[in-house]
């Protein structure tokens, strides 16, 4: 597709369940990252990851969080035993080189409920 | 890694007002980068403006404009004429040697008929 796509684009599961989230970048754009958006809140980074480098996992906010991009495109974000301050909006983002000053295009999120 | 403060938590303007969106920015980057990204309420986040640390020269473009001023680390978006469709949660964002974009909490912009 033209653009970063996310799936689910809503997620409703119970506390205590492990979620998926998927993020497919533009195709051909290196460098991939997650962000959490909590209501009224600004853009929490999670993770990134840059072609076949070790992916910077510093912004993730515990070990219940993963994310893995296989072949350096789609990625997946999961999270385990999901608590309800996990509730959030779940941003993807590629760009595409590596470099402070390419901007980065977003997809439309996944909204994640947890019960 | 950086930081990025919008004071204004949300403005409200009515049609055809000119309003500014304020940014400040710390950083310990010699090289660095600022941004502005709208995200209306569909929720998807749209770039706006792009300026490295080396260019202080101000942009305008249609009814947005940019003022950079590294002697007061701010990075500072008006809207001039502003329309309804102006309505967004508008971000400030900065990017240095980690290569991740770090955002401001946003300023929310309402725009009345």
């Known amino acids: 597709g033209a653009g970063v796509s996310q799936s689910p684009s809503n997620k409703v599961t119970e506390k205590g369940k492990d979620v998926e989230l998927r993020c497919d970048p533009i195709s051909g754009h290196t460098a991939l990252y997650w962000y959490r958006q909590s209501l009224g809140q600004g853009l929490e980074f999670l993770i990134y990851?840059?072609?076949?480098?070790?992916?910077?996992k510093s912004g993730l906010p515990s070990d219940r969080f993963s994310a893995e991009r296989t072949g350096g495109s789609v990625s997946t974000l999961t999270i385990q035993r999901t608590q309800q301050e996990d509730s959030a909006v779940y941003l993807c983002?590629?760009?595409?080189?590596?470099?402070?000053?390419?901007?980065?295009?977003f997809g439309q999120g996944t909204r994640l409920t947890v019960v | 890694a950086q930081k990025v403060t919008q004071a204004q938590t949300e403005i409200s303007v009515v049609e055809k007002e000119d309003v500014t969106l304020d940014c400040v920015y710390e950083?310990?980057?010699?090289?660095?980068?600022l941004f502005w990204y709208k995200q209306p309420p569909s929720g998807e986040l749209v770039f706006l403006i792009r300026r490295n640390s080396f260019d202080e020269q101000n942009e305008i473009s249609g009814r947005y404009s940019w003022n950079f001023q590294k002697s007061t680390s701010s990075f500072n978006f008006t809207i001039t004429a502003s329309q309804v469709v102006d309505s967004a949660v508008y971000f400030c964002v900065a990017t240095g040697g980690s290569y991740i974009p770090t955002f401001g909490r946003g300023t929310s912009l309402i725009v009345h008929p």
């Open positions: 990851f840059q072609g076949n480098s070790a992916p910077d």
């Open positions: 950083t310990r980057d010699t090289t660095y980068y």
């Open positions: 983002a590629s760009s595409l080189d590596q470099g402070a000053g390419t901007e980065a295009f």
